[in-house]
């Protein structure tokens, strides 16, 4: 009897649309990357590649046409793109929960409707919003949109400096966030499958550089209450977003125990990179399994695991290097090397104690 093959469609061809190839050629599927930049990371593992914009409605249709299923690498994809794949039926995770993380407000709101502990912001959409504010304590503002690795968000201490921020961020729609004096950050990976099975990763403690993620390490240094807390929150959370797939959930963690959510992410997240090899399954491999309608698995924690993220030159010195049995690297093979850009990352792992 032949195979059927089933195919998989990727939206986005980084890093992530790379290894959640991998992940899911290793469980017998065919890809198909759909991304408009030639020279895409993930075209590497991919059976087939769709070049094109995310506009274009005629190679959407072929795209979508062509796969069995559809899912996203980045969060960021156009409203109407999403909207025209989600009439297909073959879209995980759900166009609603693609929505609400594409916009800070959003996601501060769900928060606040479920009850879930995040820091008090406002919505800022006219200049005239931010007098709504209190600015006796330092805050933060964000754009509501496209913001990411500290692109789009400022500190700010006074009314003139909030005034000052909407101006350089083009006077679009921000929320203003109280500063947070945190303790440590952390992150969790959680899945649900289409059969309401959920699985959280242990929390993942993280350090940034310049905004951007420079390590996860797991074990993170927090209790077990605290543990089984951010587990709570996140099976909340991915339930009552009726969600399938991976969801990344950031946290942050004060001196006084409080958690409060940062912010989510609708995809697999470089938080969760050290499951490729401190875990028995990674997250790319839950995330490919519950896209295609197939059980998630109960992973084990098999090693104490850092991840370093290779941002920029850092790649010039591991490039060179081969994995040893506690060094395992992975380069992305962008061509360019640049201030900032994600080149690959590290898992340095440690036995359990
Ligand atoms: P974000 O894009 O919101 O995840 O922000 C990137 C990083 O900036 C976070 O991981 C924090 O380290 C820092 N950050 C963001 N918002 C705040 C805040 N309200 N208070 C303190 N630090 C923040």
């Known amino acids: 009897m032949t195979k059927i093959e089933k195919t998989i469609g990727i939206l986005g061809g ?3 649309g790379m290894m959640l190839a991998e992940a899911a050629k290793n469980l017998g599927f065919k890809t198909n990357i759909y991304c408009p930049d030639h020279e895409s990371p993930a075209f590497m593992y991919s059976t087939y590649q769709t070049i094109a ?4 409605k005629q190679s959407l249709l072929k795209f979508s046409e062509s796969v069995d299923y559809i899912t996203v690498e980045f969060e960021n994809i156009p409203s ?7 009439k297909t039926d073959k879209l995980f995770p759900p166009s609603d929960a693609i929505k609400i993380s594409q ?4 996601e501060k709101n ?13 919505n800022v959409v006219n200049i005239s919003d931010l007098t709504d504010w209190n600015y006796d304590k330092k805050s933060v503002m964000k754009t509501r949109h496209l913001g990411y690795d500290g692109k789009g968000q400022r ?3 006074s009314i003139k400096e909030a005034e000052e921020a909407f101006h350089e961020f083009g006077k679009k729609p921000c929320i203003i966030e109280e500063f947070i004096d945190f303790n440590i950050e952390v992150s969790t990976i959680s899945v649900r499958d289409t059969y309401g099975n959920t699985y959280t990763y242990p929390p993942a403690e993280n350090t940034h550089k310049n905004h951007i993620l420079d390590t996860s390490e797991v074990p993170a240094s927090i209790d077990k209450k605290t543990e089984n807390f951010l587990r709570d929150i996140s099976t909340k959370m991915i339930k009552n977003l009726n969600y399938i797939g991976v969801l990344a959930i950031e946290f ?3 001196k006084d125990s409080t958690i409060l959510v940062n912010e989510i992410a609708p995809r697999v997240h470089n938080s969760g990179h ?5 875990s028995d399954i990674s997250q790319f491999e839950q995330h490919i399994r519950a896209i295609s309608r197939l059980e998630i698995l109960t992973p084990k924690l098999i090693y104490k695991t850092k991840m370093l993220n290779l941002i920029g030159a850092d790649i010039n010195i591991w490039e060179t290097k081969s994995n040893s049995k506690n060094e395992k690297i992975y380069i992305y093979g962008k061509t360019e090397t640049k201030k900032g850009r994600k080149m690959g990352h590290v898992n340095f792992l440690e036995e359990l104690k």
């Open 274 to 278: 050290w499951t490729l090899d401190g």
């Open 103 to 106: 916009d800070r407000l959003l």
């Open 110 to 122: 769900f928060c606040v409707d479920n009850e879930i502990a995040t820091n008090r912001y406002i």
């Open 252 to 254: 942050f963690i004060l």
């Open 53 to 56: 914009k995310y506009s274009d």
């Open 155 to 157: 500190v700010i201490n």
């Open 14 to 16: 980084g890093q992530l």
């Open 80 to 86: 109407d793109t999403i909207n025209f794949i989600s």
